[in-house]
């Protein structure tokens, strides 16, 4: 009975920290995105700092070190969008080929007429149809809402770098005396993790822009710079992430070359998905966030119904230091091992 009792109460204690998490996602998500960049940043700032400049004024240099990398990014893609935006008028031509296709097929095989389709579609569209002045307040809406959590993203991160010694005194102060090097290991080991899960991350992001710009362009499929681009910033969801940018380059490419285009398209994602598995992972990321995948898909679902896409984002390098915590802690080991990645048994001899 103590043993039900103590589960209870784990269960209960597992479903008010999601409740808190998901009201209080406003005030949350920000901070983890800064606490994030920011240990990305502290050795770079650590460096400056060693050779001479202030606290504050290298906290700033590395804050605008990664707003000009973005920024270069964001107007990269800005320029691709203007060059896919004057071609516009013929990928939407093309792409209202498609659902004429799809309906010709479902009345060969299931006899749901043509004119039945489109009154089922009719029916179902009417209630998501939205105004044009409606989607433009919506946009411009979503537009401030994105560029002020940015600006507060951007805050957090120079404030957790500015002030990482004393938060990591005042954490410290809950410890007792004799676990004091545990935490300090702790602290030091998720740090480390962070840094090295991210920039890896974006090493990995830099590569397959290469090599999916590379695929598309030898495809010969039009604006292949925007779409590697989509693929690989897409990478940061495991997964999920670069399925959906290349299922969306697929579509693009079949209304530029037809089916044919559309599959050497999945062909390259084949390729580059091998490539990045068994060579670049191993190489680049290694194992710095050791999650099997069960847990990973389990973490990215959980993460998306409480913080949508950030949560998603977010999921793999917060489950990271909980598993780092958990691997320290002998009470918590369990927990580690089954977040951990399976280790393969060796056959006896």
């Known amino acids: 009975m103590p043993d039900t009792n103590k589960l209870i109460r784990s269960l209960i204690l597992i479903f008010l920290a999601c409740g808190a998490l998901y009201f209080a996602k406003t005030f949350l998500v920000p901070i983890a995105f800064g606490s994030m960049l920011a240990m990305l940043l502290i050795p770079i700032c650590q460096w400056l700092e060693n050779k001479g400049i202030g606290q504050a004024l290298s906290a700033i240099a590395c804050i605008l070190l990664f ?95 500015y002030y990482r010694r004393h938060l990591g005194s005042f954490v410290l102060k809950f410890v007792p005396a004799k676990d004091m090097e545990l935490a300090e290991r702790i602290m030091l080991s998720i740090s480390q993790v ?61 209304t530029q070359g037809g089916s044919n285009m559309a599959l050497w398209v999945l062909a390259v994602y084949g390729v580059v998905q091998f490539t990045q598995t068994y060579l670049l992972e191993p190489l680049i990321v290694g194992a710095k966030v050791s999650i099997n995948p069960l847990c990973t898909i389990a973490v990215i679902i959980t993460g998306e119904m409480l913080w949508g896409i950030s949560g998603m984002v977010l999921a793999i390098p917060l489950l990271g230091t909980v598993k780092i915590i958990c691997d320290n802690i002998p009470s918590l080991q369990p927990y580690g091992f089954l977040i951990g990645e399976v280790k393969s048994r060796k056959k006896k001899a």
């Open 67 to 161: 707003v000009v990398l973005v920024s270069g990014v964001v107007v990269l893609l800005s320029w691709q969008v203007a060059g896919i935006a004057d071609d516009a008028e013929q990928i939407i031509v093309q792409i209202n080929k498609i659902p004429a296709s799809v309906q010709q097929y479902i009345d060969r095989t299931l006899g749901f007429s043509v004119e039945k389709q489109k009154v089922f579609m009719k029916e179902q569209s009417s209630s998501f149809t939205l105004k044009a002045g409606d989607k433009i307040a919506l946009a411009a809406g979503s537009t401030v809402v994105l560029i002020g959590k940015s600006m507060l993203v951007v805050i957090y991160t120079f404030l957790f770098i």
């Open 194 to 254: 962070a840094q090295k899960y991210i920039s890896g991350l974006g090493i990995m992001i830099g590569v397959l822009w290469i090599m999916y710009g590379i695929g598309f362009s030898i495809i010969g499929i039009k604006h292949a710079l925007f779409f590697a681009i989509l693929c690989g910033l897409l990478e940061i969801v495991p997964y999920v992430g670069n399925l959906t940018g290349s299922l969306i380059t697929a579509v693009m490419a079949f």
